[in-house]
């Protein structure tokens, strides 16, 4: 039991102790879809500037929990921050998403990259963590997150976003060496980062490895699986006595979410492909779950909603280790209502599961 905590629910359900209810929270909850955040927007005048200033941070984080009585509140950032700060240059072009202006494309690049320097160059995420600790005051606890070795290289590699990308898959089946460089470079980067967010106040990790399940069999578990777990051994996983928890969340990796389960991690994001009940039976004893209603779900009506929400509770089953959450991202088309219905869905109907 965590006593600086109100509601400590869902770092209860990532460590598999028993809650009341199940606890959710969503993936992109401070976002678009939020009129009040694209107010706090324009008047950051860009989603960068949000990101690097932790007064705004702090009040695009807080948005959501005070619309909704969500059970844990997520950093307000990016992951494309890190491959900022290695010096990549990270901007965004209105419509087209994130983009680099000095992507890797060449041996020379890809052997030049260092670590950041997370206490100088990333100062403004630790910052913006602490700051976040404080307005919360004990609400509910932050999530820190990364993205994964593997996801940053897509999009360091493509210099942006992709359909197909071709120009990282080039580069890992012909030169792999260089494609492992890059991955270790990176990986060691993001434990620093992920550790400063720890000792800044971070009380739980996610990494997110969006892109990772486009990947092969055997090109997962050699270019991402691999790294995240030398993430996992390397990150802290106590402070002043209290677990901090970490997720592991590949979009498309319900085929392989035993090996997930073997980095030791705490728990696994799953998206909306998988049966979370057949996920339980494979690795519920030694991991938990979080996920995973299909986001377009919220497009519905609040009768569709609540019925949806009670076939993933009911999938999971009885007992903890669940947290609620979206298989991915929540769209900027979603109507705020809709989630007020999905958020007293969840915490009305899992009573009878625990
Ligand atoms: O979940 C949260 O509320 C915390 C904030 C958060 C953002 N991005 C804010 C954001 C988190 C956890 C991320 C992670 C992230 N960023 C991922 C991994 C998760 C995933 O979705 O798979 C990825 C791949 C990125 C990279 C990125 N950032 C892309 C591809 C885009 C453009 C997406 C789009 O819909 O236009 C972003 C921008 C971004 N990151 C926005 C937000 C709220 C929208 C920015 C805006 O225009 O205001």
């Known amino acids: 039991m965590n006593f600086k905590l109100k509601n400590d629910a869902f770092l209860r359900a990532l460590l598999r102790q028993p809650t009341e209810y199940t606890p959710l929270w969503m993936m992109r909850q401070a976002g678009r879809f939020l009129p009040e955040y694209r107010e706090t927007r324009k008047r950051a005048g860009s989603f960068l500037g ?3 200033s ?3 941070a702090t009040e695009v984080t807080m948005q959501p929990l005070d619309r909704y009585p969500l059970d844990a509140a997520i950093l307000f950032s990016d992951i494309l921050t890190v491959p900022d700060a290695m010096g990549l240059g990270l901007y965004f072009s209105d419509g087209e998403g994130p983009k680099f202006e000095r992507p890797l494309r060449d041996e020379a690049s890809i052997m030049a990259l260092r670590a950041p320097d997370v206490e100088r160059d990333l100062r403004y995420v630790t910052d913006a963590v602490s700051q976040i600790r404080k307005t919360l005051d004990g609400r509910v ?4 997150f990364s993205g994964s070795p593997f996801t940053l290289s897509c999009y360091m590699v493509e210099g942006g976003s992709s359909d197909d990308y071709a120009k990282v898959k080039t580069l890992m089946y012909s030169e792999p060496k260089l494609m492992h460089h890059i991955l270790e470079v990176t990986a060691g980067a993001v434990i620093a980062y992920l550790n400063a967010q720890i ?4 009380q739980a990790v996610m990494i997110f490895d969006s892109w990772g399940g486009m990947l092969s069999h055997s090109a997962y578990h050699e270019f991402s699986l691999a790294y995240m777990q030398r993430i996992v051994d390397g990150l802290i996983k106590e402070k002043d006595g209290v677990r901090i928890p970490n997720i592991i969340f590949t979009k498309g990796g319900g ?3 035993e090996g997930i389960a073997n980095t030791g991690c705490d728990a696994i994001g799953l998206d909306w492909t998988m049966d979370i009940g057949v996920a339980r039976q494979k690795v519920g004893s030694r ?3 979080q996920g995973n209603l299909d986001p377009a779900v919220l497009f519905a009506s609040p009768d569709a909603i609540r019925s949806e929400v009670e076939k993933v509770l009911g999938s999971y089953g009885f007992g903890s280790g669940h947290v609620f959450n979206l298989g991915h991202g929540i769209s900027q088309h979603t109507n705020p209502d809709n989630v007020a219905a999905m958020v007293t869905a969840v915490h009305e109907l899992s009573r009878k599961y625990h």
């Open 255 to 257: 085929l392989w979410i």
């Open 54 to 56: 932790p007064d705004f």
């Open 287 to 289: 991991v938990a779950l």
């Open 50 to 52: 949000l990101c690097k």
């Open 199 to 202: 000792e800044a106040g971070a």
């Open 141 to 144: 606890p932050l999530i820190g």
